[in-house]
């Protein structure tokens, strides 16, 4: 079980699969923002950079995380940086993220929502013992959830009494991003960021090769995809209902909240892959159209221009978005004579 907290977001969120080429890869790995994060560069020089990327992403664990008591959206939650009027001044970064997260929950419609906080804690997918919270005091929550109440006034946030952020569905991505920039100031021009599965890369895995980034089989094994992706210089993220769950007297519980029950949402759909040019727009549109279903998400996706994306059915069918722009070999699934079952 030790292991689980470890493994888990490696082996749900999706792999890489480094075709071979130019460049010999220099990886670090370390468990940050509660979960696996690897960055690889492929030049034996920008090694130190490496270190680097991880101090970032502990900074900003310090700044987004809603669990560390002195991070500053926990500060922000429980009210104590609040002025007269209720507003929170706030560091540029988490005033930029909570924009970003405003935005996202105005364009899916409340699909996604950055006050999810509210109902969050209520539930705990991460460890054992697993309990589905109290109905009434999911409700009694809920009605504390609605971003259109929060309000941003230059470096200062609105977040009502009694409302929380979650800023879960995001952080990743956001932070993926800024990892990129970093690097990419450094003079890095190939590398990949993978943040528990959040792929981001930066150009190419040589001058011949596009990286090869695989999707998950919802609910398969860890080496087990259902397609490899070609890419170059995109961002690849999956959200998926196999990530955190539990099952409870029969019922199936997952960590994808619809933000009006406050349940795991009902949708039709066991994952859905955005790929699109920054990493925070596909971890906030994975996450928004896994709430949406099949229909609206991808009437979503379909509505936005350079976005591309794979819709996978609870039954296992696989839907593109329009005009899917992307290279990719589906994986045969494996069957059980093959398996050698
Ligand atoms: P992701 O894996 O990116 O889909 O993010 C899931 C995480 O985001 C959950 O573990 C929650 O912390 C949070 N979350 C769950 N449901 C929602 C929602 N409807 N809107 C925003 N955040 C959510
Ligand atoms: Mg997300």
Redesign the pocket.
């Known amino acids: 079980m030790k292991y689980r907290k470890i493994l888990l977001p490696v082996l749900l969120a999706g792999f890489l699969f480094a075709s071979c080429g130019e460049g010999k890869p220099v990886s670090r790995t370390g468990f940050q923002l509660d979960t696996v994060v690897t960055v690889t560069v492929y030049e034996p020089e920008q090694e130190p950079l490496l270190h680097d990327c991880m101090k970032l992403c502990e900074e900003y664990e310090r700044k987004f995380s809603?669990t560390l008591p002195e991070s500053e959206i926990s500060r922000l939650n429980s009210g104590e940086l609040a002025d007269e009027a209720g507003y929170a001044a706030l560091s540029e970064e988490t005033v930029e993220l909570l924009s970003e997260g405003r935005h996202y929950s105005e364009l899916s419609d409340g699909?996604?929502?950055?006050t999810?906080g509210a109902v969050?804690p209520l539930w705990n997918?991460t460890s054992e013992p697993h309990e589905v919270p109290d109905a009434a005091a999911v409700e009694a929550a809920v009605s504390r959830v609605g971003w259109e109440k929060t309000e941003i006034s230059g470096q200062k946030f609105l977040l009502p009494s009694g409302m929380a952020i979650?800023c879960?569905?995001?952080a990743?991505g956001y932070i993926a991003d800024r990892i990129k920039d970093y690097l990419k100031a450094e003079g890095v021009e190939r590398a990949l960021i993978n943040l528990g599965g959040n792929v981001l890369c930066i150009g190419s895995r040589s001058a011949q090769r596009p990286f090869r980034v695989g999707v998950r089989r919802p609910f398969g094994g860890a080496d087990d995809s259902v397609l490899t992706l070609e890419i170059t210089d995109q961002s690849v993220?999956t959200?998926g209902i196999y990530?955190?769950c539990f099952t409870k007297n029969g019922e199936f519980y997952h960590?994808?909240?619809?933000?009006s029950t406050g349940f795991p949402?009902q949708s039709d759909l066991s994952a859905v892959t955005v790929i699109s040019d920054t990493s925070v727009q596909g971890?906030a549109l994975?996450?928004?159209c896994?709430?949406l279903g099949l229909e609206k998400g991808m009437a979503l996706i379909d509505s936005l221009p350079d976005v591309d994306a794979i819709f996978i059915e609870r039954d296992g069918t696989l839907h593109f978005s329009a005009d899917f722009s992307v290279k990719y070999e589906l994986v045969p699934e494996k069957n059980s004579s093959e398996a050698g079952l």
């Open positions: 809603r699909a996604f929502d950055l999810i969050t997918f979650d879960g569905a995001i990743k993220v959200s990530e955190r960590h994808i909240l619809d933000p949402t971890d994975s996450t928004a896994m709430v």
